[in-house]
């Protein structure tokens, strides 16, 4: 399947969460096609799995999930397109069963991408291409999964293993809630919102936080904000409860273990917390024998904004190992 002959508007139709930056993510692929084992840090919507599985030719195809209802979300897609991947763990406390793994084929595994080496050191792997979009998926905000900030619950965690946010906003001190909104939301009222938080507790739910932020802004600044401000607050709870920027720390520092020689990472992220660590660990990597094939980062084409404005914050980076 040629995917490059596909209109984005084709694309746009087929995904209920837009693969963002496709394009791109499959250009750098069609550099090691010939390879044989790819790997996918972040199934998510299933997008760029479903499109480079559709593009490999007769290898080996290993996506990776954290979270067990996109798995299997995922999973109802690709059985209505013909795919019928193989799980190799139900649950992200479990082991994967190897005997379940024949080599070639398209196979699903239930884990953080921090498991990645460790996963392909078990079947013997190594990668011929990685993608990682650090996007959170469209279906974490329409379902009722605590992301959204218009919705009553909240929850926002990723897996099982993940901190309880409710447990963390009604009890951490003062001090720790206002330090986790600076430093993974980047917000300069963080100060005034969890001293908020504090007198207002207990929080119950996505609109009482919301709720809290959009008063601090208003007694600040004597306006009205818009969602984007207090989404920077719940970005940085989602961070912090799920461990996010210290899992992509370990996939990163993990890359020269994970990819073969000439192999290639492509990493897509959507804030700036996230792009300088990218950003930083690649300048270390140069020093390890890899080539940066982005001296900038990529960011989506016109025609892709017009269609997925969810995408305007996309940056790709890409790094080949040459070790």
């Given amino acids: 399947m040629n995917i490059r002959n596909v209109s984005i508007e084709e694309i746009k139709r087929k995904f209920f969460h ?13 550099l090691v096609r010939k390879k044989s084992v790819v790997v996918d840090a972040t199934l ?30 995922t999973l109802d897609f690709f059985n ?22 024949f080599g070639r ?27 990682c979009d650090l996007g959170i998926s469209m279906y974490h905000l329409k379902e009722d999964w605590g992301f959204s900030i218009n919705q009553s619950n909240l929850d926002m965690r990723l897996d099982e293993a993940s901190y309880n946010i409710l447990d963390i ?20 009222f963080s100060r005034f919102i ?63 273990e994970i990819l073969n020689p000439d192999g290639i990472a492509v990493f897509i992220s959507f804030h700036s917390l996230e792009d300088r660590l990218i ?5 270390d990597l140069k020093n390890q024998g890899f080539v940066l094939l982005t001296k900038k980062p990529l960011t989506p084409q016109e025609d892709e904004l017009n269609i997925n404005p969810a995408s305007h914050s996309a940056k790709i980076r890409v790094v080949q190992c040459k070790a």
């Fill in 279 to 283: 950003k930083n660990a690649f300048k």
């Fill in 44 to 73: 998510g919507g299933g997008g760029h799995s479903y499109l480079l599985y559709s593009s490999l030719n007769d290898g080996t195809f290993i996506a990776f999930d954290r979270d067990i209802r996109m798995i299997h979300k």
């Fill in 194 to 256: 969890a001293k908020e938080i504090v007198r207002r507790r207990p929080i119950k739910s996505a609109i009482d936080l919301k709720e809290i932020i959009i008063q601090v802004y208003f007694k600040k600044l004597k306006k009205h904000i818009n969602e984007k401000v207090v989404q920077k607050t719940f970005q940085a709870f989602r961070i912090y409860i799920n461990q996010e920027l210290q899992e992509l720390k370990l996939l990163l520092q993990d890359l020269k």
């Fill in 105 to 131: 084929g398209f196979y699903i595994v239930n884990k953080r991408f921090s498991n990645i080496k460790n996963i392909l050191q078990k079947l013997n792997l190594k990668a011929d291409f990685l993608v």
């Fill in 80 to 101: 209505h397109e013909g795919i019928r991947p193989i799980v190799l763990n139900q649950n992200i406390f479990d082991d994967i069963d190897v005997s379940l793994f």
């Fill in 18 to 30: 837009f693969p963002v930056m496709y394009r791109e993510v499959i250009d750098f692929f069609y």
């Fill in 169 to 188: 906003i009604n009890n951490y001190p003062e001090k720790e809630l206002a330090d986790i909104i600076y430093q993974y939301g980047e917000e300069r």
